[in-house]
Nanobody
Framework: VQLQASGGGLVQAGDSLRLSCKFA????????VAWFRQAPEKEREVVAA????????YYTESVKGRFTISRDKDRNTVYLQMNKLKPEDTAVYYC????????????????????WGQGTLVTVSS
């Protein structure tokens, strides 16, 4: 599965950004998807995850109430809407996909994902 991540940029604290993860090919409907991020000198961490059906969603505690993950089947794209951005959100953001026959489960560990986008840099200034 080829994934194209985009939407990063330099913003000020309190601003919003929307990241996009576009799927090439026909695997969108078969994939559970997650957004991860990696800040300098830190481990990669899951930010949000969404099941293949879109009904099950996970957010890491630090982004709850500020970030929203969603999937658009007409555009073969998963979005991460990020509001009220903070300097600690600064990181390279990656989308990842897992081809699965199961509609409900979502996956929050990086090892579960085989396919990764190239990363998009989000920088939040104070």
């Amino acid at each position: 599965v080829q994934l194209q991540a985009s939407g990063g940029g330099l913003v000020q604290a309190g601003d919003s950004l929307r990241l996009s993860c576009k799927f090439a090919g026909r695997y969108f409907s078969r994939s559970a998807v997650a957004w991860f991020r990696q800040a300098p000198e830190k481990e990669r961490e899951v930010v949000a995850a969404i099941s293949r059906s879109g009904k099950d969603i996970y957010y890491t505690e630090s982004v709850k109430g500020r970030f929203t993950i969603s999937r658009d089947k007409d555009r073969n794209t998963v979005y991460l809407q990020m509001n009220k951005l903070k300097p600690e959100d600064t990181a390279v953001y990656y989308c990842a996909a897992k081809d699965t026959i199961l509609t409900a489960p979502l996956y929050t560990d990086a090892i579960s994902y085989r396919d990764w986008g190239q990363g998009t840099l989000v920088t939040v200034s104070s």
